[in-house]
C-alpha cells in the first residue's frame, strides 16, 4: 500500500513537473530612450508568453522625463500597462505600444527617441512590427529579430505601434 501511494505521488509531481517544463515562456523590454535631461530619460515595458496572464499597470510619469512607454492592454485600453505576459498561443500574440518621443522636457521642438529590444530574447516565431494601433498600418519593420531598433520624432504626444508576433511562419 505504502509503495502504490509513493508511486502514485511520485507520477503525479513528475506530470506537474514536466507539464511547467513543456513551454518555458519568454520576455524582453522594450526600451525607450530620449534626450538625456536632469530626470528621466529612459523607461522600458516587458512584454513576452509565460504559464500565467501577467499585466502590471504603468507607474506615474516621473516629474520630469524626456520620453514614455506604455503597453495598452486589449480590449479594455485602460490602464497603462508596463509588463503584458500572455499565456501561450498557438498563432498569433498582438501588442500596442504608446510612445511619447518628447516628454515634458524638450522645449518647443520635436524630439527624438530610440526604441529598443533584445531580439534574442524573442519567443518562437515571426515578429514585426507596425505602424498604428492595428495590424492594418504601415509595416515598419518587417523582421523584428533582425533589426533591433527604430527612431521616433515626434512632439509631445503618443505615437502608437502594433507588435505582432506569428508562430505559424517560423
Known amino acids: 500500500m505504502k509503495n502504490t501511494i509513493f508511486l502514485i505521488i511520485m507520477i503525479l509531481m513528475l506530470t506537474v513537473f514536466s507539464s511547467n517544463m513543456a513551454f518555458a ?28 496572464n501577467i499585466q502590471t499597470p504603468s507607474p506615474p510619469k516621473a516629474p520630469c ?7 495598452i492592454p486589449l480590449p479594455s485600453w485602460t490602464p497603462y500597462l508596463s509588463k503584458d505576459i500572455r499565456p501561450d498561443n498557438p498563432e498569433t500574440n498582438i501588442w500596442i505600444i ?14 527624438i527617441t530610440t526604441i529598443q529590444w533584445d531580439a534574442s530574447r524573442l519567443g518562437k516565431g515571426h515578429f514585426k512590427l507596425l505602424q498604428g494601433l492595428d495590424n492594418s498600418g504601415d509595416v515598419l519593420i518587417s523582421d523584428m529579430k533582425m533589426v533591433s531598433s527604430f527612431d521616433i520624432k515626434g512632439w ?11 508562430k505559424d511562419e517560423e
Do not use: R
Open 65 to 71: 522625463y524626456s520620453c514614455a512607454i506604455s503597453l
Open 25 to 52: 515562456g519568454w520576455t524582453t523590454n522594450i526600451i525607450a530612450k530620449g534626450q538625456k535631461i536632469q530626470g528621466q530619460h529612459q523607461t522600458q515595458v516587458t512584454i513576452g508568453e509565460g504559464l500565467d
Open 98 to 111: 504608446a510612445v511619447n518621443p518628447h516628454g515634458n522636457m524638450n522645449g518647443f521642438e520635436d524630439s
Open 156 to 166: 509631445d504626444q503618443n505615437f502608437y505601434f502594433t507588435i505582432i508576433q506569428e
